[in-house]
């Protein structure tokens, strides 16, 4: 298997996809996010994040998909459809996943390797008010993972860290603090150093948030359980 290595690894997918006779008449937008992407928060487990828009399914396009990310054993892949993100009459209906309309700021600020920016305008229209029911359900959905690797331990050693940065910059973009097109941007300093400005942490939870940037080490069942109460008294506070 080909060691892929830095920058390379998107450059060469979207190669191999404009490459395929069965993939491209359906390639609409490859785009690049993530930590990677942006330079910003990039660890030794950071993989590369890359969406791959299609104008519809179909079958063969698929099993071709299927051989070339197979190669890719570092790739956290999406793939998405245009019905995915608008319905009938192009009204907007976005869902990716679990990811609601939020998540448009995060794709329109990635790199677009291949096709259309499909993203750039429909989310520079999107008001706080249009990305809230989004939040507020992905912000649910994480603290019901924190709950789990609380009780159960973490799938991973940092997990418990990245999702609670996750949830933190959620809180701090439902309550205003961060302007929705620039999150994809935000470092997870920033965030823990905004959270802190805005909210008065107890002295425990605030000597564990002192190490949640960094990933090298998991956080003790107690620390869990501190922060895991303190975030929940935040979503609390800001539920819309």
Same mark, same amino acid.
């Given at each position: 298997?080909?060691?892929?290595?830095?920058?390379?690894?998107?450059?060469?997918?979207?190669?191999?996809?404009?490459?395929?006779?069965?993939?491209?008449?359906?390639?609409?937008?490859?785009i690049?996010?993530g930590?990677?992407?942006?330079?910003?928060?990039?660890?030794?487990?950071?993989?590369?994040?890359?969406?791959?828009?299609?104008?519809?399914?179909?079958?063969?396009?698929s099993?071709?998909?299927?051989?070339?990310?197979?190669?890719?054993?570092?790739?956290?892949?999406?793939?998405?459809?245009?019905?995915?993100?608008?319905?009938?009459?192009?009204?907007?209906?976005?869902?990716?996943?679990?990811?609601?309309?939020?998540?448009?700021n995060?794709?329109?600020?990635?790199?677009?390797?291949h096709g259309?920016?499909?993203?750039?305008q429909?989310?520079a229209?999107?008001?706080?008010?249009?990305?809230?029911?989004?939040?507020?359900?992905?912000?649910?959905?994480?603290?019901?993972?924190l709950?789990?690797?609380?009780?159960?331990?973490?799938?991973?050693?940092?997990?418990?860290?990245?999702?609670?940065?996750?949830?933190?910059?959620?809180?701090?973009? &439902?309550?205003?603090?961060?302007?929705?097109?620039?999150?994809?941007?935000?470092?997870?300093q920033?965030? &823990?150093?905004?959270?802190?400005?805005?909210?008065a942490?107890?002295?425990?939870?605030?000597?564990?948030?002192?190490?949640?940037?960094?990933?090298?080490?998991?956080?003790?069942?107690?620390?869990?359980?501190v922060?895991?109460?303190?975030?929940?008294?935040?979503?609390?506070?800001?539920?819309?």
């Amino acid at each position: 298997m080909p060691n892929h290595g830095g920058d390379i690894v998107p450059v060469e997918i979207c190669r191999r996809l404009r490459d395929s006779p069965a993939i491209e008449p359906h390639l609409v937008s490859v785009i690049w996010i993530g930590s990677r992407s942006w330079a910003t928060d990039v660890h030794a487990q950071s993989d590369f994040d890359i969406q791959i828009i299609m104008d519809r399914p179909d079958l063969d396009a698929s099993l071709a998909l299927a051989d070339i990310i197979a190669v890719f054993t570092d790739v956290d892949l999406s793939i998405m459809y245009l019905d995915d993100i608008y319905g009938p009459g192009a009204v907007l209906d976005f869902q990716d996943g679990t990811k609601g309309l939020f998540f448009m700021n995060v794709l329109a600020s990635g790199t677009v390797l291949h096709g259309e920016d499909v993203y750039g305008q429909a989310a520079a229209r999107l008001t706080l008010a249009d990305l809230a029911p989004s939040l507020t359900f992905t912000v649910r959905e994480y603290l019901s993972r924190l709950r789990s690797m609380t009780l159960q331990g973490e799938p991973a050693p940092f997990h418990f860290k990245k999702y609670s940065l996750k949830l933190l910059k959620d809180v701090l973009l &439902l309550a205003g603090r961060l302007d929705p097109q620039c999150m994809a941007h935000v470092s997870n300093q920033d965030v &823990l150093d905004d959270a802190r400005q805005m909210y008065a942490f107890g002295e425990e939870v605030d000597a564990a948030l002192t190490s949640i940037t960094d990933f090298s080490r998991s956080y003790s069942p107690r620390e869990k359980a501190v922060i895991l109460a303190q975030l929940e008294e935040l979503v609390r506070g800001v539920r819309w």
